[in-house]
C-alpha cells in the first residue's frame, strides 16, 4: 500500500461522540486525501491537504475537519458523530504536478457509528 | 459530484472470458484513469489513458478513450479468478487536484 497506513482500522463508536482517524505517509508526498466509500455513491472526497497546514473541502465535507502538522500525518476529524457517517473511510497520497500523476491508497478503516 | 459512472454496475463471467467495462463522464478531460479495488482494500492504479490517445494496452489491459462522445472503456481479456474485484474509473476536475471517482463496476470471474 505504498507506505501509507490507517489507524484505527476497525472503530465502533456511539452518536455523538468525536472521532478522530489518522493516516501515515512515509513517501514525502505532498498531498493528502480523505474519501469515504459508501454503497452506491463510490468514493467520495471529504477534504485534502497540499501541504503542511494547507487543507482545503471536497465534495462531502460537512461534519468533518482535517489537519496536517507534519508532512507525514493527516487527521480526519468527526467532531461529533452521526450514523450517517458510518462508513468505509480511505486515505490516499499524491505526488500531484499535473494532471497524469496517481494517487496511492491506504487499507482503509471500517466506521460503525451506532 | 460524479464525474465518471460506470457500466455496468456489476458483471459477471467465466474464467477465460473476455470483461468489458464502460466509463462516461461529463467534462472535458486531459485523461482518464482507471483503479482497481480488491474486497477490504484499497484502490490500486491499473492505467491512464491521456486525451490525445485512443487506446491503450498493459498487460491482459486494453482501455480505449473516446473523447467526442466522453466514453472510455476497459478491456481484460481471459480473465482469472483473480481479476473479481471493482473497478473504477477517474479523471481530474477541471485544473483541480481533486480525482474524481465513479461508482464502480463490480466484477465476478467465476472459476
Known amino acids: 500500500d505504498a507506505g501509507i497506513t490507517q489507524s484505527p482500522r476497525h472503530k465502533v463508536t456511539e452518536t455523538g461522540t468525536p472521532v478522530t482517524l489518522r493516516c501515515h505517509q512515509t513517501e514525502n508526498h505532498r498531498y493528502m486525501y480523505w474519501y469515504r466509500q459508501d454503497p452506491g455513491h463510490g468514493l467520495r472526497l471529504i477534504h485534502y491537504s497540499y501541504g503542511v497546514k494547507d487543507t482545503d473541502k471536497g465534495e462531502v465535507s460537512d461534519g468533518y475537519s482535517v489537519s496536517r502538522s507534519k508532512t507525514e500525518d493527516f487527521l480526519l476529524t468527526l467532531e461529533s458523530a452521526t450514523s450517517s457517517q458510518t462508513s468505509v473511510y480511505f486515505c490516499?497520497?499524491?505526488?500531484?504536478?499535473?494532471?497524469?500523476?496517481?494517487?496511492?491508497f491506504g487499507p482503509g478503516t471500517r466506521l460503525t457509528v451506532l | 459530484s460524479q464525474q465518471g459512472e460506470e457500466d455496468p454496475q456489476a458483471l459477471s463471467i467465466q474464467e477465460g472470458e473476455n470483461a468489458t467495462m464502460n466509463c462516461s463522464y461529463k467534462t472535458s478531460i486531459n485523461n482518464l484513469q482507471w483503479y482497481r479495488q480488491n474486497s477490504g482494500r484499497g484502490l490500486v492504479h491499473l492505467i491512464l489513458i491521456r486525451s490525445n490517445e485512443r487506446e491503450k494496452h498493459s498487460g491482459r489491459l486494453r482501455v480505449t478513450l473516446d473523447t467526442s462522445k466522453k466514453s472510455s472503456s476497459l478491456l481484460i481479456t481471459a480473465s482469472r479468478a483473480a481479476d473479481t474485484a471493482s473497478y473504477f474509473c477517474a479523471t481530474y476536475q477541471g485544473g483541480s487536484e481533486k480525482l474524481v471517482f465513479g461508482k464502480g463496476t463490480k466484477l465476478t470471474v467465476n472459476p
Open positions: 490516499a497520497i499524491s505526488d500531484y504536478r499535473t494532471d497524469t500523476d496517481t494517487q496511492y
